[in-house]
């Protein structure tokens, strides 16, 4: 140890520099390993390596992995929702394999209305607690714990749990559905809109505190300008996400098309089943694509001085 | 201007306004400010000096009431500032205009909304959620703005104007607040001499024409000699010179910085004036 005091500066450098690199590769090889263990384990625990009795083709039954068995069903249910369509009378057809498209256009509407009510909710919700749910903003460890644990609340429990519960107290119907979702989206919007805010520059809010401004001020001059553009951009990433949640919520009676779902696969109408995925898949493609160009839009109006 | 007594304690000719007794602030371990005891008169231009860290910042955001004083007490006039709470702490905090190094302005707002956060102490939850400023507001803030040659800019956005301006703008904040001291925290040190130099001629003509006490904190000694009738210095949290400029001798300088194995000390190193400077380099034997 008494010969380090000796070293030159570039040779303590480079003895610091090889002892830093054999320290990052060996954390980096024991995380690796780490997470190919956990990997194993999860695989496991998640049956990917379940052995089961399966009837085999030829009508005997003897035990195989289930992957490899269960695989080509997957080709067998698909096959199933292809409704028939022919060149010939294809008009016909597509009349058919749509057969109730009044009542689901009906019900779409009714979809994407209720992910826009329940985007709503959650953005005025969220956007409220995110203040004194972010750590550098919050005026006391109370309401940061408070309003930490509403909004983990809100977003743990799923939104579907919600709308059970909901259903249960509104009765069946989109009510439930802009309820559930909106909570659940209050909780996941608090939180994003929250580390946001952990994110700003305080300058501007002494600046605002040293010239007497309360607590709402230096929230409503010094961090809201700063933050609107990122929440006009989460809130129009949740919309998507809205449209997508409040499209299956009707499976619990929640309002929108999910209900036909239920109906159809209850019934075992599988080209009904393909129908109504080609209009979901059609509306969340549209929305997508839609809330993409504005947020875009408002990212690069914010872009420009 | 001050007088020297026997016990080298600096007099002041102004009536006292704003004292502060036994002022500390520790962080930690780390006192940040200790055993302040000073006495501010009233139109004083004070000038605050040190090294990075010696505490001029902590200092004056004591003042301000930004951070509370872990000992000690302020007075101003019959008021003690240290015991005041909620909304007679954000009047103080009006009465006691405060610029910073960073301008501290709100980037996307426009000019002349962040001059009206000057006027948010006299303001409503209501009015001030909704960025509603009344006419007379307006027109006081605009009258600040032209004062500092900033009508112009009024609309832009903050953010976009340049330092200096910025500066400005932040001591426009400062005078729609209608003060009775101004407090600036190192106001030129990211400033180029150029704007340095008008942000202190804005200061200095607050002082002189509104005969407003400016305390302010400065790490150019030329900056603080030229524009301060009373400078300061503080040296690990503590006063440790209290006089005039021309008190302010080399041996001192070079005691208030600490200039270990500097033998020769260059204030024109450190400078923001716009003149020719020789930098002295150390040697490599």
């Not at chain 2, 610029?99 to 709100?106: D, S």
Request: aromatic share 10%; net charge neutral.
């Amino acid at each position: 140890m008494t010969k380090t005091t000796t070293l030159s500066p570039i040779a303590a450098f480079e003895r610091d520099f090889a002892r830093s690199r054999a320290r990052a590769r060996s954390t980096w090889a024991l995380g690796t390993l780490l997470f190919l263990a956990l990997f194993l384990l999860t695989a496991w625990l998640g049956d990917f390596f379940k052995v089961a009795q399966v009837t085999l083709p030829d009508g005997s039954r003897d035990w195989r992995w289930i992957i490899p068995v269960g695989l080509p069903k997957l080709g067998d249910y698909i096959e199933k929702t292809i409704p028939l369509l022919r060149w010939e009378s294809l008009g016909a057809d597509l009349a058919e394999w749509f057969w109730r498209w009044r009542t689901w256009l009906w019900l779409l509407l009714e979809t994407v209305l209720i992910a826009f009510a329940a985007t709503a909710l959650g953005v005025v919700g969220g956007f409220l607690v995110s203040f004194p749910a972010a750590r550098n903003l919050a005026p006391n460890r109370w309401a940061l714990w408070l309003s930490r644990r509403y909004l983990e609340i809100a977003r743990t429990v799923p939104d579907i749990v919600w709308a059970l519960i909901f259903v249960f107290c509104f009765s069946v119907g989109p009510l439930a559905g802009v309820l559930a979702i909106g909570l659940h989206a209050t909780g996941a919007l608090g939180k994003l809109y929250s580390e946001v805010n952990e994110n700003i520059d305080m300058r501007p809010l002494d600046g605002v505190k040293a010239a007497g401004g309360t607590w709402f001020d230096q929230i409503r001059y010094g961090v809201v300008p700063q933050v609107l553009p990122n929440i006009i951009s989460y809130t129009l990433l949740r919309f998507e996400i809205n449209v997508r949640a409040s499209s299956i919520i009707g499976y619990v009676g929640a309002g929108g098309l999910g209900q036909e779902f239920r109906t159809a696969m209850s019934l075992q109408e599988y080209t009904d089943l393909s129908a109504l995925f080609v209009i979901i898949l059609v509306t969340v493609m549209v929305i997508d694509y839609a809330s993409e160009k504005l947020r875009h839009r408002v990212i690069g109006v914010e872009a420009r001085p | 201007m001050g007088l020297l007594r026997d016990d080298e304690t600096y007099i002041s000719m102004y009536q006292p306004m704003l004292s502060l007794s036994g002022l500390g602030r520790s962080f930690g371990s780390t006192r940040a400010v200790d055993a302040v005891t000073l006495d501010i008169g009233t139109g004083e231009f004070v000038g605050v000096i040190g090294r990075s860290g010696a505490g001029k910042s902590t200092l004056l955001r004591l003042i301000n009431r930004l951070i509370d004083p872990t000992e000690g007490k302020i007075t101003f006039g019959t008021t003690d500032v240290t015991a005041l709470r909620g909304r007679d702490l954000r009047q103080w905090r009006r009465d006691c205009a405060m610029i910073f190094q960073q301008f501290n302005l709100v980037d996307r707002l426009d000019v002349l909304t962040n001059v009206l956060v000057g006027r948010l102490a006299a303001h409503g939850f209501l009015t001030s959620m909704t960025m509603k400023f009344s006419d007379a507001e307006r027109t006081l803030a605009i009258e600040a703005l032209d004062r500092l040659d900033l009508v112009s800019q009024a609309l832009q956005r903050a953010g976009t104007l340049s330092g200096g301006q910025q500066q400005r703008v932040a001591i426009a904040r400062a005078l729609v607040q209608k003060p009775r001291i101004m407090l600036a925290d190192e106001p030129i040190a990211s400033l180029d001499p150029g704007n340095a130099t008008r942000v202190m001629d804005a200061l200095r003509s607050i002082n002189r024409d509104d005969g407003l006490t400016v305390l302010v904190n400065l790490h150019t000694l030329d900056t603080a000699r030229a524009y301060c009738h009373r400078i300061i210095a503080m040296r690990d949290g503590r006063v440790f010179f209290d006089g005039t400029p021309l008190q302010l001798t080399d041996d001192v300088v070079r005691d208030i910085y600490g200039s270990e194995g500097l033998t020769e000390f260059n204030e024109a190193v450190t400078s923001t004036a716009a003149r020719p400077v020789v930098i002295p380099i150390r040697g490599t034997a």
